[in-house]
C-alpha cells in the first residue's frame, strides 16, 4: 500500500488578531491568515508575501486567541485540506486552507494579552 503524507510546516506571522468562534456544538474554532514572506526578490528586487489560511480547533484555537495579536510570530505544522459550499448566487467555491495540528507562539506575548485572565471565568 502507497504511504501518502500530507503534512505542511508554516512560520509566519498573524494578519490581524485572532477572532475566536464556537460551532453549534461548543468547538472552539480560530481561522487565521499567516503571512509568509517568500525567500527570494522578484525581478524588481522585492520580497513577495503570501497569506495562508488556517484552521485552528479546540484547545489550539483557544490558547492562540487568548495569547497572540496581529504581528505575532507562529510556527504551525498541519495538514492541507480543501473544501467546498455553495454561495448565496448558488456558484461552488472551493477553499484550500491549513487544519493545525501544532502551533508554537515564536515572539513575546503582546502586551494586552495577559498571561491570566481576569475577571469572571465563563
Known amino acids: ?11 509566519g506571522r498573524l494578519t490581524k488578531d485572532p477572532d475566536l468562534h464556537y460551532t453549534a456544538d461548543g468547538k472552539p474554532v480560530l481561522n487565521i491568515t ?6 527570494y526578490r522578484n525581478q524588481f528586487g522585492e520580497t513577495l508575501t503570501d497569506f495562508v489560511q488556517c484552521t485552528l ?4 484555537a483557544e490558547n492562540t486567541s487568548k495569547y ?5 510570530m507562529l510556527g504551525i505544522t498541519g495538514r492541507i485540506q480543501t473544501r ?6 448558488g ?7 491549513v ?4 502551533v508554537q507562539f515564536l515572539s513575546k506575548r503582546p502586551e494586552n494579552k495577559p498571561l491570566q485572565e481576569t475577571g469572571q471565568g465563563g
Do not use: F, P
Request: include cysteine.
Open 1 to 11: 500500500m502507497d504511504q501518502l503524507i500530507n503534512q505542511v510546516t508554516l512560520v
Open 34 to 39: 499567516l503571512a509568509l514572506n517568500r525567500h
Open 57 to 60: 480547533w479546540n484547545k489550539i
Open 68 to 72: 497572540c495579536a496581529k504581528g505575532s
Open 84 to 89: 467546498h459550499y455553495d454561495n448565496k448566487d
Open 91 to 97: 456558484k461552488r467555491v472551493y477553499v484550500t486552507e
Open 99 to 102: 487544519i493545525a495540528d501544532t
